[in-house]
C-alpha cells in the first residue's frame, strides 16, 4: 500500500522565489512543488553525524555504521564506501592553517599523533576564523560546527546510502551537496516498517554541487567558506527532506547522479517522544485510583 506525504499548501506559495533564486527546483512523488526548507521541516531532535562515527581521520568505511544522537539511533550503509568528514579545504593544525585535503590532526592533543582529517570544500558551513579556542567560527560554533566546520558523513562513489531508524520518525531531513558535479539531482525515498513507499522526493540544483572557488581564496588569510552573498555565514548547500505521518518513516534510501559520491549534513528528524518515568508512574497511579473508585462503585450498587 502506497502512503502519500503530508504537503503544506501555504507554505509552497511562499518558499518559491527563493527557490527559484537558490537554483532548486523540487517534486514530491512527481508533482511539481516548492522545495523544502529546514524551517518548513519539523523536528525535534538532531543528529550530529561526529558523535558514535568518530573523528573524520578514520577514513573510508566499508559496512554498516551505527550511531545514536539524543535517543535517536540510525544505522547508515552503502555499496559505496562511507566517510566522515569536515566541511573545508583547510584545516588547523594547532598553529597554523594547513593545506591540502588531509591535514595533521592537531586538535587531538595526542603527543606525537600522526592521525588525519578528512575535509571536503563544498556548500556547507565552513570556519573563516582562524583559533583553537571558541568562538572557532564566525558567527559561531553552534551555527557552523565545530573548528573544522560542519560535521558531514557521504559515500565515496555512486551507491545509494541507506539510514535505517530503529524507532520510525515522522519526518526527516538534511542538506546535500554532491563530491563532483556543480549541478546535480538528488532522489530521497522513504519506507516505513512493513516495506512499504512513503513517498519519494526528487531535489534538482543548479551550481549548489561540488567543490567552490570561495574555500580555495587564501588572500585574506583566512579560509572562506561558499557563502551566499546576502548572508555572512548561511552555507546554500540545498535541503531535502520528508514527511510522513504517524511516525512511519522506518528507512530512508538516498541517491545522487553523481557517480563519485556525496555529502550530507546533520540530520533533523520528528521522532515520537517516550514519556518520562515520572509520567509513567504517576499515569499508573491514576490508573490504579479510577480502577479502585469503579469497583467501590460497583459493590455500592449491589
Not at 518515568?277 to 480502577?291: A, K, N, V
Amino acid at each position: 500500500m502506497r502512503r502519500t506525504l503530508v504537503l503544506f499548501g501555504v507554505v509552497a506559495v511562499a518558499v518559491v522565489p527563493n527557490a527559484v533564486a537558490n537554483g532548486v527546483s523540487c517534486t514530491l512523488n512527481s508533482v511539481v512543488q516548492s522545495c523544502y526548507e529546514q524551517n518548513q521541516v519539523p523536528y525535534n531532535e538532531t543528529i550530529n553525524w561526529l558523535t558514535g562515527l568518530g573523528e573524520a581521520y578514520g577514513g573510508p568505511h566499508s559496512g554498516a555504521w551505527t550511531t545514536s544522537n539524543e535517543a535517536v539511533n540510525v544505522t547508515l550503509s552503502s555499496t559505496s564506501a562511507l566517510l566522515r568528514s569536515d566541511n573545508t579545504g583547510f584545516a588547523w593544525d594547532g598553529s597554523v592553517w594547513t593545506l591540502p585535503d588531509f591535514a595533521p590532526d592537531g586538535m587531538a592533543n595526542i603527543a606525537g599523533s600522526t592521525e588525519y582529517i578528512s575535509t571536503f570544500a563544498g556548500h556547507f558551513g565552513a570556519p573563516n576564523l582562524p583559533s583553537t579556542i571558541a568562538p572557532y567560527a564566525t558567527p559561531s560554533a553552534a551555527d557552523l560546527g565545530s573548528q573544522f566546520g560542519d560535521d558531514l558523513v557521504g559515500t565515496l562513489g555512486g551507491g545509494a546510502l541507506t539510514i535505517s531508524f530503529a524507532t520510525p520518525v515522522t519526518s526527516a531531513g538534511f542538506m546535500i551537496s554532491t563530491r563532483d558535479l556543480t549541478n546535480f539531482t538528488a532522489t530521497l525515498q522513504g519506507y516505513d516498517a512493513a516495506g512499504n513507499l512513503v513517498g519519494t522526493y526528487l531535489l534538482s540544483a543548479i551550481g549548489l554541487g561540488g567543490t567552490c572557488s570561495g574555500l580555495g581564496d587564501f588572500s585574506t588569510g583566512n579560509p572562506q567558506p561558499c557563502t551566499d552573498p546576502s548572508s555572512s555565514y548561511y552555507s546554500p548547500a540545498p535541503f531535502i527532506a520528508l514527511l510522513g505521518q504517524n511516525n512511519d518513516i522506518s528507512k530512508l534510501v538516498l541517491w545522487t547522479n553523481d557517480s563519485n559520491g556525496f555529502f550530507i549534513d546533520q540530520m533533523y528528524v520528528d521522532q515520537p517522544q517516550v514519556p518520562e518515568p515520572e509520567t509513567l508512574i504517576l499515569l499508573g497511579s491514576g490508573l490504579c485510583l479510577f480502577g479502585w473508585l469503579l469497583r467501590r462503585r460497583a459493590r455500592r450498587s449491589l
